[in-house]
């Protein structure tokens, strides 16, 4: 925490007076948690955050590390995050040059996208930055004396995003959120023209997620031999021939040209397509099951 710490030390203010600590709650989320994704595949996250409420008026310093779990079965850099993210959000008065942050590394303006605190450090550190809460303009750095009251109360609130790729050794991943501190604005009034800031208690319990890295496995139809989403008697002739073709390396799945996953074919779901289809396969046609998009392997 050398830089944000050192860099706004001066605006902690502790409210001695305070009976609950504020809170902030931050959490990771990504659409591909949980999902087995390709190596090289992007894998997009989000860090959010919820602050306490009738206690504070909302965020005012947010700092948290997205690092790699030691047990990964390979560690990389993770790239910044996605600066664009918050030019439209209150967190743009978090940054460089309305806020105050890192400097950035890399050629980058800000550091609110992370640093890797040498040229060799794999993870994230200290996504994140604060208001201008001392009531005076600085040049390149806080210089919006403007400070947004309710950040993270309303709801939860977009911090930063971003993404990597998916790394090529197969395996299990997990990502979390570490070493997280943030300050609020404290519920009294202006001294001497800058806004009085206290800590708040952080909370990333649960703030992670896994992916997987493998072979994905297709979309399975039952029954829609030729990949349509539909079965119905078109599906009859790629039947046909999947039961000739005899196996899964005999096989092309090929949508464009009417042949479906290989094991669109299995009716009756023992791994092989093979004359144990075909009675499962009349039934399937007799009571169509609904539509169901395949995906080739």
């Known amino acids: 925490m050398k830089h944000i710490v050192a860099s706004l030390s001066v605006s902690l203010v502790l409210s ?14 990504s659409p591909q948690n949980g999902q087995t994704v390709a190596a090289g595949a992007t894998v997009a996250w989000t860090i959010s955050g919820t602050v ?23 560690i990389f850099v993770l790239p910044y995050a996605d600066a664009s993210s918050y ?6 008065n978090f940054s460089r040059p309305a806020g105050i942050s890192n400097p950035g590394e890399a050629g980058l303006p800000s550091g609110f996208v992370g640093s890797h605190g040498g040229a060799n ?18 040049v390149g750095i806080g210089t919006s004396t403007a400070v947004i009251n309710g950040v993270g109360q309303s709801g939860a609130q977009v911090i930063a995003t971003g993404s990597f790729a998916a790394p090529a050794t197969e395996g299990t991943y997990t990502f979390r959120l570490s070493n997280g501190i943030a300050n609020v604005l404290a519920t009294a009034g202006l001294v001497n023209g800058y806004r009085p800031v206290e800590a708040a208690m952080v909370n990333t319990t649960g703030a992670a997620i896994t992916i997987t890295v493998g072979t994905a496995q297709p979309q399975v139809c039952p029954g829609d031999s030729n990949g349509d989403t539909l079965v119905n008697f078109a599906d ?27 094991l669109n074919s299995d009716a009756n779901g023992d791994g092989v397509v093979n004359f144990a289809d075909i009675s499962p396969f009349i039934a399937l046609l007799k009571a169509p099951p609904a539509p169901c998009v395949s995906t080739c392997p």
Do not use: E, H, R
């Open 121 to 138: 450090s794999p993870n994230l550190l200290q996504i994140g930055g604060a208001q201008n809460t001392f009531g005076q303009a600085g």
């Open 52 to 74: 306490s409420a009738g206690d504070n008026f909302g965020l005012a310093l947010v700092a948290v590390d997205l690092t790699q779990d030691a047990g990964n079965p390979a």
């Open 236 to 262: 009859i002739s790629p039947f046909i021939a999947a039961i000739k073709a005899g196996n899964a390396g005999n096989w092309t799945c090929n949508l464009a040209a009417g042949f479906g996953p290989y």
């Open 87 to 92: 030019a439209a959000n209150p967190m743009l």
């Open 16 to 29: 001695a007076a305070a009976l609950a600590q504020p809170s902030v709650t931050l959490g990771l989320s």
